[in-house]
């Protein structure tokens, strides 16, 4: 391995989500290039990305159909600020996802990365009811979740490695059981381990509704939490309830979406 680029790396680099004492005997690997699964290091050692470079990377690395594309766009117009303007491709991209989406979900406002989505999809909850003369100021989210890392979606995560240093920073959130497959008891199948998650939702609901703007969750798959999966049934139960109690969910599909558990959204 290249020692220079490790060298000038740990001189100037902080890497996320890493205690960066651990690179002293454990350093980053050099990545030069990316084709479809495949990376390959400085020294041409191939490995295959199994984590989609934490699961963002749907399409392969240096996929040459989006690369075209991208290029084509850069060389007319690399970036204008939706505030005043608009373009071609953006509204053809807004038509196109619109016309993907679940019913009712007819318009797109885009975010830089996960965290800014979930915090814009927090706000846009807790605006709706301020809109409609209702002061709300909380979220109900699942034990064990994961929203990402600015601290709106700390605060509707459950994962204390990430959490716990900025508690005293946080929104209060309301945790509910999650429905977690793993968490089954003897006996007990996948479906029941949801209703039983639902009947503590329900509990919470009834205590907090008027005063929860949404309740937010990883559809199908809590990933970052361990990849724990959860019978679909609870997401249904979901619906309903929240229906029931008037507040909203907010789906965060980030890790889960554009086809990744087999259809293009989890829910
Ligand atoms: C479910 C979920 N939500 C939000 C995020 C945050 O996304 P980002 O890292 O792009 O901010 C992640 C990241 O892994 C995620 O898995």
Not at 8 to 31: E, K, S, V, Y
Not at 236 to 253: F, G, K, T
């Amino acid at each position: 391995m290249d020692l220079d680029i490790i060298q000038r790396d740990l001189r100037t680099l902080w890497h996320p989500c890493t205690q960066m004492r651990d690179h002293a005997d454990d350093p980053p690997i050099a990545i030069r290039r990316g084709s479809g699964v495949w990376l390959e290091d400085v020294d041409g050692k191939r490995y295959l990305d199994a984590i989609s470079s934490w699961w963002v990377n749907l399409f392969g690395h240096a996929n040459p159909r989006i690369n075209a594309a991208i290029t084509e766009q850069l060389g007319q117009l690399e970036h204008v600020i939706l505030a005043g303007f608009t373009h071609e491709p953006v509204v053809t991209l807004s038509e196109r996802l619109s016309a993907l989406a679940p019913a009712g979900l007819g318009h797109c406002f885009y975010a830089s990365d996960g965290s800014s989505a979930v915090e814009i999809a927090l706000k846009m909850s807790f605006h709706f009811w301020r809109n409609k003369g209702e002061t709300r100021t909380r979220f109900i989210s699942l034990a064990n979740s994961y929203h990402g890392e600015t601290l709106g979606a700390l605060a509707v995560g459950d994962v204390a490695l990430y959490k716990e240093t900025y508690e005293p920073l946080l929104l209060r959130n309301i945790t509910v059981p999650s429905p977690d497959a793993y968490l089954r008891e003897p006996g007990e199948s996948e479906a029941e381990v949801a209703r039983r998650a639902i009947a503590a939702l329900e509990q919470t609901l009834e205590r907090h509704a008027r005063e929860v703007c949404a309740v937010i969750v990883e559809p199908l798959v809590q990933c970052a939490g361990g990849m724990r999966m959860h019978d679909p049934v609870y997401l249904s139960l979901l619906r309903d309830a929240c229906d029931r109690y008037h507040v909203h969910i907010i789906a965060d599909e980030i890790a889960v979406g554009f086809g990744r558990t087999g259809t293009l959204f989890a829910c």
